[in-house]
């Protein structure tokens, strides 16, 4: 590797350890409760190739690559889209459960 | 005129980055509950705001633009259709069909940019501009084919196991280590091919194949009540195939993107596993070895049948009931008879409380989105710990297609391969009633002792009939 | 700037965003007992500067330059292994109190 | 060969990528009590790493290796040497100087740069092989100067202050506000300058020249005691200016670790004031305005004397004893004398704590190292909520050297500056024995009811004397 290239690709793993960093230390901790939406919404950013596909579909010239680039549009904006979407409903769900914790074990409290 | 291209160019430089940092709150906030829908949003928005940055930054031909928004139109279309529509219950396999259709984008987008270093260097290749493409790209083309398609193959499997269309049993592969084994050593081997030949689609193509067969040979043996944690897994994959692609595409953000996903999908697989007693390794390989079952000694207790009628009888003088919901309710549906029953006896003046298992069910939070559905109200669910010291006070105990959760076993029997997860109490209560189709066992497969001791009976069949009929005779006598 | 200065910039724009994330994560929730060990602790991590004085020294041709490297080397190294000894010797009397927490509020609940 | 020359290449990235993991698993372990010290311990080793392999990558003649070994070195023996021989009680003050000794090192390597600049391209402009200067290297290196020189005469003026060597007082500058303006203006336009001229080592020396003004305009009106807040944002600082160096010398290592630290630093300096009740602008800009103290109303009642004699003969009747450490014991070295007393009482059978406020003191954590300094038993040192309700079973509680941490102003007085921090409630104890040299007030510069109190009685004079007293007395009685 030339050495402009080398260094942008040192770069980039600095990106790719300090993300993973963040990754770790942000769910260090989540209820049982969030695990199914936690997925669901992590699985809706990992449809981010989305950008990819952009980057792809804008810049070819061939029209193979273009239908791969179209393809993966398609693709990655159901994952995107239908990500989102069923993790807000689902999270909509909960809501109504979010003090239930707390008041649960209030309640239990009280009938002890 | 200059500075004002620099100052836009820096502008949607910053807004990619904008839209990174958009994602690494979304997941913060996703991790808490109070917070967690607006997590969703902003990791939604982010995606916007990224979208909309690239297509400005790379200022394509009309054409382009017109074919790539029809795409996306549709599968929006796609997505809020199927998001809206999909029952809350078979949320696990759509998980899992989104994830294979990110994983297969992946695939695409790294073919993609193969055939246009095929054509001519552009694009990403910018820093390059030789058009000579170093290991590190290659590799990284590479990656993102055979990860994405791995989460492909395999989430598709996760779908059709869930969903039913595949036996949801582990399927044992005969010699499927080596099968697995000389997959990888396949996939090793095209890799440094890809090296000395970065631009051949064939090449390429064969490394789809093998990962979508390895896919296949990873998932097939994992039984369909594992999937969750197995999607969670995919999930943490389809995040480092994007990552793979941002090498490809020389795309920060996609790096960032992808490595945070991965990395946090991993974490949560962990968690996943914790919660439900078992390791990592157990799931993914536990079924290559012995897929037989334990079948422990059956004490020659036989279950107690009772009849609906009975157990109306039974309610109608009880002052504390508890029900604990399982993957049998969710199966048959019958959550709103169950509240139908509740909003009887509490009209009678019995307490009637609801205990969630952390895992009951086949998905994290099951019981808690099945209860919700059907408006009970959230005060009267409690969780494992505060519920367990209740027991003791309790006059009846209606297990609802639960099995597992409510094993005697895992508490007492160290020998059990339960033993370790927390369950239950439900056998400290006076009478215990269960509803359940047959002598069908628990996900783990199980024997359940408590089934044939002294204080449970057994209303057979299926858990919305059986607790239908219930209420229907509670509001008669 | 020419293309490849810009988006060697922006990478490291990336890598500047990127860890101060992590350090706002890290340092959610510190014990008011460790603030000082704490600071001077990052302190010392913060005479980093060093590797930039080595490169200077290293690169530097004239003397202006290596004076200016070597002295940098110099304060640098005091901030850096100062700090550390001194952040652990603090540590080190920290540590003999570190159950005190935990003993503490048995010794008071044992008295009540 | 060429093949061995990219691998060691790629491990010396690797290795300095490792440092910057170690760092940040250096913070995170230092945040918790059980960590800390192996923490810093993973922190110095990463700072090994980092070194020997930037030096390991720059391959620099052997003069160079020299002279630097021998920088080095004499800072290696300096910093030792201060780092083991320092007082425990002047940590603040060191930390201090070492902090300003990073920030004036970042001028350095940004002026060195600088001049390198002037010379000729090479090094850090690999990137940019016409030797051409970017407004984004001009403006990191502009920033390089003005914060670290800022950090350098900020820390400088702290440590002068806590130290005794200037006046400890907030010290009013007239049109202070006016006069931080204009600099911070003259700045700006200086950065613009060197954006034109990026190589003028002129205009660089004049940016360093009014940074360090700066500094000093900034530092000075803020009073000896929020030193250590005000150490702690300059500690940021240092974080930040090592940040721009980063991009001045193309390191991202420099960036990761100056980004990470200076986030984290600012961060601590927030957690510093909320433990003080105090918001930062109010520590920063506190003095601008009016430095005049509140002398609020006496209430005419004068302190009663006691004398080392009577103090022990209440101490031999006393059952349960309470020990409120202050910044007077500090100021002392009177923690000996303490110890001595209860170790006279604990023999006699007498209950003997300690209660021990979070920011008591000069420090955070600066009474459990005086403590601990002398070898009181960590079981005895109790902290605010726990020994908050056992006062009101204590006969009689030593107030050493502390003022406001106990004044019931705090608690009862919403007008008191002191309003909102949590105290320590010794008035509530039976009898309260003061150990203070005069009238003098506590860091917030109130008057303390509770020194006038019917139940309080003042033992006047250094602390370490009267404690010495009352041990004797005690030992004879
Ligand atoms: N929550 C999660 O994230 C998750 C994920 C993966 C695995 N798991 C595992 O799944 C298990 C969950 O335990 P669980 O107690 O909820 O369920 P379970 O142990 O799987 O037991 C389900 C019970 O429901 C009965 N059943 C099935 N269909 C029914 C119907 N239509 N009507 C009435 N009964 C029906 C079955 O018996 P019959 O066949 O006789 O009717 C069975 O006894 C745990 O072992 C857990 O580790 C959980
Ligand atoms: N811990 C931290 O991190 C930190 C940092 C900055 C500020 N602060 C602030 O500092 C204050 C700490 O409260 P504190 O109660 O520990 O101390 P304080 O309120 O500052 O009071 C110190 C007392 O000690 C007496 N004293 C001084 N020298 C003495 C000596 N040689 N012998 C005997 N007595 C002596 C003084 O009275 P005489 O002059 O009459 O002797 C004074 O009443 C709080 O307001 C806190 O917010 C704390």
Redesign the interface.
Known sequence: ??????????????????????????????????????????????????????????????S???L??????????????????????????????????R???K??EG?? | MLINVNTWASVLHGALLVAGVGFVLCLKLLASPRTARQGNAIGALAMLLACGATLAQAQPDVGAIRAMLVAAAAGAVVGVITGRRVHMTAMPQLVAVFNGLGGAASVFVAGGELVRWGGHAGGALQLNPIGEIGPALALSAWAGAWVGGLTFSGSLIAFGKLQGLLSSQPVCIPKGRIAVCLTLLLLLGAGGAMVIAPKSLLLFGIVVVIAEILGILLTLPIGGADMPVVISLLNAYSGLAALACGFVVNSPLLILSGSLVGASGIILTRLMCQAMNRSLANVVFGAFGAATQQTSGQDGKEMKEFSPLDTAMLLRNAERVIVVPGYGLAVSQGQRAVREIADVLKQQGTQVVYAVHPVAGRMPGHMNVLLAEADVPYDDLLDLEAVNPEFLHTDVTLIVGANDVVNPAARDDPSSPLAGMPILHADKSRAVIVFKRGKGRGFAGVENPLFTADNAHVVFGDAKQSLTAVASHLKQL
């Not at chain 1, 997925?39 to 190739?49: D, E, L, Q």
């Not at chain 1, 393809?71 to 769900?93: C, H, K, P, Q």
Request: overall charge positive.
């Open positions: 590797m030339d050495p402009v290239a080398a260094t942008h690709f040192v770069m980039q793993l600095y990106v790719l350890v300090l993300s993973a960093l963040i990754g770790l230390e942000v769910i260090a901790k989540v209820p049982v409760l969030l695990h199914t939406p936690l997925m669901s919404g992590s699985n809706a950013i990992s449809g981010i190739v989305l950008v990819g596909a952009i980057t792809l579909g804008c810049g070819a010239e061939s193979l690559a273009r791969l680039a179209n393809g993966a549009v398609f693709l990655a904006t159901v994952n995107v889209v239908g990500g989102f979407v069923v993790t807000d409903r689902m999270l909509s769900m909960f809501r109504k459960q979010t003090p239930k914790a008041d649960g074990q309640g239990s009938k002890t």
